[in-house]
């Protein structure tokens, strides 16, 4: 089955810097990329999704990149603010069927 | 609307009782989703249900059964509970088109003793 890895496991970034997250994946057949956050006691949240067929996207401060021949995926959060503290959890699946998902980083923004 | 909703919110078992957790979505959405979420082990799927009358196991099911019960409802069953199943649960839902944005529930955090 498809294995997801996530690094860093945690990131503290100064508010206003940029924080990278990156995820690999093993299973080429995959095709639906989503990034999840989660507060501390909260449900996991989509903030973003990203398709094979497409190389990048954008929405404000937050965009993914895929390297499908890599096979691997990033979040770029730029001007980071403190509410921007949270896990992040990248991950993948053909369609969205047995998804499978990083271990999740933590990110921490100080004001 | 209210989305995803899961009881028990909050659940403590002895070892070999069981029990069942409900999960219920009223998003007229065709998939549904089982996880459990360990510290540092991030989101596992245990079963899915790609539509009503189907289901599928994830990463990690054994120990658990599921039913699809109808389209808005997907419970979860422990037939004998271990300390190992200790976790949070979460339920997903999806349009079930493909690369569809999965909702989640509120949770479930379950203590086995």
């Known amino acids: 089955g498809e294995n997801v890895e996530q690094h860093p496991s945690t990131l503290s970034v100064q508010e206003g810097d940029s924080a990278v997250i990156k995820c690999t994946y093993s299973d080429s057949a995959s095709n639906y990329f989503p990034w999840y956050k989660q507060e501390l006691g909260k449900r996991p949240q989509l903030i973003i999704d990203?398709?094979?067929?497409?190389g990048e996207k954008k929405d404000q401060r937050i965009a993914v990149t895929l390297n499908k021949t890599a096979k691997h995926f990033s979040l770029h959060i730029t001007e980071t603010q403190p509410e921007d503290s949270a896990v992040y959890f990248c991950a993948a699946s053909i369609e969205d069927n047995d998804m499978r998902f990083g271990a999740g980083t933590r990110l921490t923004v100080k004001p | 609307n209210a989305g995803v909703t899961q009881t028990p919110k909050f659940q403590v078992l002895k070892t070999g009782q069981s029990m069942t957790l409900q999960c219920a979505q009223d998003?007229?959405?065709?998939?549904m989703y089982w996880y459990r979420q360990d510290p540092g082990m991030g989101l596992r799927l245990i079963y899915y249900?790609?539509?009503?009358?189907?289901?599928d196991k994830g990463e990690v099911p054994n120990g658990y059964n599921v039913s699809r019960l109808n389209k808005r409802e997907f419970s979860l069953r422990l037939e004998s509970a271990a300390p190992s199943q200790t976790s949070v649960y979460f339920c997903?839902?999806?349009?079930?088109?493909?690369?569809?944005?999965?909702?989640f529930g509120p949770g479930t955090r379950l203590l086995v003793l």
């Open positions: 249900s790609a539509s009503e009358g189907t289901t």
């Open positions: 998003m007229n959405h065709n998939s």
């Open positions: 997903a839902s999806s349009l079930g088109q493909g690369g569809e944005t999965q909702y």
């Open positions: 990203i398709r094979s067929n497409v």
